[in-house]
């Protein structure tokens, strides 16, 4: 969560210095990253693996 945090800040704060446009253009690209089938799968497993060592308080 404060990676995810983090990056929504950093994102904040470019977009800001570069203006609107620029800040657009960096949302889209994390949000197609982050939508992308791969990311998702690998969020899925780690999920999961945390779930078996943390008894399942990573789970949605």
């Known amino acids: 969560m404060k990676k995810f945090l983090l990056g929504v800040a950093a994102g904040y704060v470019l977009g800001a210095k570069a203006g609107r446009g620029r800040y657009e253009q960096i949302v889209r690209t994390y949000r197609k990253i982050a939508d992308h089938p791969l990311v998702q ?16 308080r990573f789970q949605r």
């Open 41 to 56: 799968g690998g969020a899925g497993v780690a999920r999961a693996k945390l779930g078996e060592k943390f008894g399942g």
